[in-house]
């Protein structure tokens, strides 16, 4: 009897919650088929190649990389529907016509794919949207200034020294094959430290800072693949997955850094002021400005503010610079004849290299072309994204709707065999003043363009021009036949296995 009023008792509302979870299924089942069939009516217009029914197109990522999506350029010359599992889709760009449409907008940019970021960086300028990021972006760029990045062509060059000074006691006078890219992070770490937080971390020397190089660069892997796994959208099986708890670990390592330097720029701001020697500096640095922003009005730029900037400018200024630096050093080690002329123009402005001015990078012509050629072929930010805040209509007559996320593929505009000729041939003369001006103005999109373009990028090509000149100055570089520079799909252009490259010290 007691059995059988237990049964009784709890049948009805077990029965009751099972019918609940099955119309929640079902209703959550018609959501996404209507979603489905809503992007299908949506992208009808524009082609695209064929796609798993279930993962979509995630693999030619995943799996081919760069060199698959190269040969969707080819046969889809302006742009294609990505699907990323049965129930989403991203509209991918590389014509530039098209780019010059969407960059024309103020569409904010896409909540969708940043969001994967926001653990780790926070809501900084890289992905705010609407009045904050108008906000930071005009507090923060007093910090870029002309005059501030001519005070810094100093410091950049006693930064690449340094490492040249390894290098030399590395290599001797013996040609010496080395593995570069752990000594180009390491470069564009301190010199990021000292330019835009004013800190002076001999980060190239100790090993105070591998930690956080090695878990930057896993926590990005991370964030690349959890974007093109659309399993991995769904916050709880992320978290409760393998990857979800090392990427926790990884917020584990990398937010005590943030915090250490955010802690010593204040102790110095506070120094400064008891000392009265506010004025010591001629041009403050970002960091600089966005505490004093902080302590005058801790409301509009609060400790969060503050923690996504710092993270922002580490991450956005280090690690595009370091596959910036690494692809260009490859490709004039794979062209030995561009590397002499590029060479003897320095010699021709520097001479022996002991001193480097603003003024002498404005004169390097050739080697800016160079640098414009590499940065062509092997842009370090792959890519950015906007959701369109109303209907957009193309230059060919064919529309989206508002509500889709579209991603202007800087690879592929810079690899679209309609715009460049030979496009995967390095050659720096593509960038003359004659070819620049038959170009289309967004054929080329290293820094994006429009008003959210890099903040950084004449401090990116100051970085480049001293560090490729002095770096030519006391070294010949030769690519080894036996170890060719793969690149790896992730956030940002990097060699998959290191860059090994022939050192030679030049008499």
Not at 104 to 120: G, I
Not at 230 to 236: A, G, M, N, Q, R
Request: charged share 20%; glycine share 6%.
């Amino acid at each position: 009897m007691e059995s059988s009023w237990l049964e009784t008792h709890w049948a009805r509302p077990l029965h009751l919650a099972l019918v609940f979870c099955l119309a929640l299924g079902l209703l959550q089942a018609v959501k996404l088929y209507l979603q489905r069939q809503r992007l299908l009516r949506d992208l009808r217009p524009f082609p695209s190649p064929p796609s798993h029914w279930f993962y979509g197109h995630q693999k030619i990522i995943q799996n081919g990389g760069m060199e698959t999506l190269g040969e969707i350029t080819d046969k889809y010359p302006r742009a294609f529907p990505f699907w990323l599992g049965p129930f989403q889709a991203f509209f991918f760009i590389y014509d530039p016509d098209y780019a010059k449409t969407l960059l024309s907008r103020p569409d904010p940019k896409s909540n969708f794919l940043y969001k994967f970021m926001d653990p780790v960086v926070g809501k900084g300028l890289l992905n705010l949207n609407g009045p904050k990021w108008f906000q930071h972006r005009r507090l923060l760029t007093p910090g870029l200034h002309l005059n501030a990045l001519k005070s810094h062509v100093e410091i950049m060059a006693h930064s690449v020294n340094t490492m040249l000074g390894k290098w030399e006691r590395i290599c001797g006078t013996e040609d010496t094959l080395l593995e570069i890219s752990a000594h180009v992070t390491l470069l564009t770490l301190d010199i990021i430290m000292k330019c835009v937080f004013g800190l002076e971390t001999n980060c190239q020397i100790n090993s105070t800072y591998d930690h956080y190089v090695k878990a930057v660069n896993e926590g990005s892997n991370l964030i690349f693949y959890r974007v093109y796994n659309f399993l991995y959208h769904h916050d709880i099986i992320f978290k409760f997955s393998p990857k979800g708890h090392r990427f926790l670990e990884l917020r584990k390592i990398l937010h005590p850094y943030t915090a250490k330097i955010i802690q010593a720029g204040k102790n110095s701001l506070m120094n400064e002021n008891q000392q009265g020697n506010t004025q010591k500096r001629k041009y403050r640095n970002i960091f600089d400005i966005a505490l004093s922003a902080q302590a005058e009005n801790g409301d509009s730029f609060s400790d969060t503010d503050l923690r996504s900037e710092v993270n922002t400018f580490l991450l956005a200024g280090h690690e595009t610079m370091t596959g910036g630096l690494t692809w260009l050093l490859y490709h004039l080690a794979l062209y030995p004849e561009h590397q002499e002329r590029c060479r003897e123009e320095i010699r021709s402005i520097l001479g022996d290299g002991s001193s480097i001015t603003w003024g002498q990078l404005g004169e390097m012509s050739y080697t800016t072309m160079c640098i414009k050629e590499s940065l062509r072929l092997a842009p370090p930010v792959l890519s950015f994204s906007r959701e369109l805040s109303k209907p957009i209509t193309f230059s060919d007559g064919r529309s989206l709707p508002a509500g889709i996320t579209v991603v202007c593929s800087i690879w592929g505009l810079h690899h679209n065999p309609a715009i460049w000729e030979n496009p995967q041939v390095f050659d720096p003369l593509r960038f003359s003043q004659e070819n620049n001006d038959k170009r289309h103005c967004y054929a080329y999109l290293p820094f994006s363009a429009g008003p959210r373009n890099c903040v950084g990028q004449q401090f990116a090509m100051a970085e480049l021009k001293a560090a490729v000149a002095l770096i030519l100055l006391r070294f010949s570089l030769t690519a080894e036949p036996t170890r060719p520079l793969v690149s790896r799909p992730n956030i940002f252009l990097k060699p998959k296995n290191g860059l090994y490259l022939h050192l030679k010290k030049l008499p």
